[in-house]
């Protein structure tokens, strides 16, 4: 059974910086791309980065020069670092897995497993 789990989210104010951290079983890592999208009530799920699993990596424009994704393949876990978070990235955060190993792919839908989010509020 696979399973993405993603951890770190929180309350921080505008400015600051969190890391999310997303670990997954049931699957080989190595062989999967991995992604970050976020969500707000009422919209749809938001292409946040991606990394292939060659190391390469993908941004929404919005968050690039702020966001650094990576892989920690002994851990089979892909974090997301923020740095000067503003409250436009208030959010559900998700990660998710696409057997496609070498895509980087902002579509949700070319995503094969998600994990549950994570929740991410940033104050003015």
């Known amino acids: 059974q696979v399973q993405l789990v993603e951890s770190g989210g929180g309350l921080v104010q505008a400015g600051d910086s969190l890391t999310l951290s997303c670990t997954t079983s049931?699957?080989?890592?190595?062989?999967?791309?991995m992604g970050w999208f976020r969500q707000t009530p009422g919209k749809e799920r938001q292409f946040v980065a991606a990394?292939?699993?060659?190391?390469?990596?993908n941004y929404a424009d919005s968050v690039k020069g702020r966001f650094t994704v990576s892989r920690d393949s002994p851990r089979n876990t892909v974090v997301l670092q923020m740095r000067s978070l503003k409250p436009e990235d208030t959010a559900v955060y998700f990660c998710?897995?696409?057997?496609?190993?070498?895509?980087?792919?902002?579509?949700?839908?070319?995503?094969?497993?998600w994990g549950q989010g994570t929740q991410v509020t940033i104050s003015s």
């Open positions: 990394n292939s699993r060659y190391g390469s990596t």
């Open positions: 998710a897995a696409n057997r496609y190993g070498s895509a980087m792919s902002p579509r949700a839908s070319e995503y094969n497993y």
């Open positions: 049931g699957l080989t890592f190595s062989d999967y791309s």
